[in-house]
């Protein structure tokens, strides 16, 4: 099944203005290889007239690309594109850009990958370090979502909200640079089937459960039990028919 990135949410964005449009037209470009690593990047001139944009607004597109790490301005030879060992993968745009060039199911494996190396962790070490406050916080999230599945909704603010209030838990400011992905690899779930959110509730309440009662390696292994079942369902709706499953993870 291959969802196209504007059905999910995380694809090219609405070009809610020319800079925004030229940002997004470059970055995809850079991200699909039409525009590759050191070769010499379109002058302003020429960026102006394809897109109709002023000088200021081609400069500030520019800017934005190389704060995501996408190219670089060098003495002499002037603006280059960069690896992609360089580009900020963390940036919301750059994910979407990445996605839009791949296949579904790569891109959400290769999400998962990392999930499931971070948020494990993070619960045991909210489990941990939680103030009561942030356990508050995540059993709001839980009920809120609890609400959005019996009345109907996706849910999907307060699902964002139960793992980023994890993260915040853990006391380690590094971890909360995971929301994006976390916030990616959700949209892409509930997108994809929302029967995801009702099958996986029980699983958040058994992770905020041991993060309540300060058991932080049920915490990590309910964790790792949430997502790795979650990674199955969602794939299983990605794989094509006589496609063979992948080799789980994580065990339940």
Do not use: C
């Not at 994006?180 to 996986?200: C, D």
């Amino acid at each position: 099944m291959n969802v196209p990135p504007t059905q999910i949410g995380i694809g090219r964005t609405r070009k809610r203005n020319l800079f925004a449009h030229v940002v997004e037209e470059l970055g995809i470009r850079i991200v699909r290889g039409i525009l590759k690593p050191n070769e010499a990047f379109p002058n302003e001139a020429d960026l102006g007239r394809e897109f109709g944009a002023s000088r200021s607004v081609i400069r500030e597109a520019v800017k934005s690309l190389a704060a995501k790490g996408l190219i670089e301005s060098r003495t002499r030879t002037g603006i280059r594109v960069l690896a992609p060992m360089h580009w900020n993968l963390l940036d919301v745009e750059v994910l979407a850009w990445r996605y839009s060039t791949m296949p579904p199911a790569q891109f959400y494996h290769e999400l998962f990958e990392i999930r499931l190396m971070i948020e494990p962790e993070a619960a045991f070490l909210a489990a941990q370090r939680a103030s009561q406050k942030q356990i508050d916080a995540i059993s709001e999230a839980y009920e809120g979502m609890a609400g959005a599945s019996a009345a109907g909704d996706t849910g999907i603010e307060k699902d964002l909200a139960f793992h980023r209030g994890i993260l915040a838990a853990a006391q380690n400011p590094l971890l909360l640079q995971m929301g994006n992905l976390i916030a990616v690899g959700l949209s892409i779930s509930h997108k994809i089937s929302s029967e995801s959110y009702t099958v996986f509730l029980p699983l958040h309440k058994k992770v905020l459960d041991a993060i309540a009662r300060r058991s932080p390696e049920a915490a990590r292994r309910a964790m790792q039990k949430l997502l790795a079942e979650t990674l199955e369902f969602v794939s299983g709706h990605l794989r094509k028919p006589g496609e063979p499953a992948r080799q789980r993870s994580v065990t339940s």
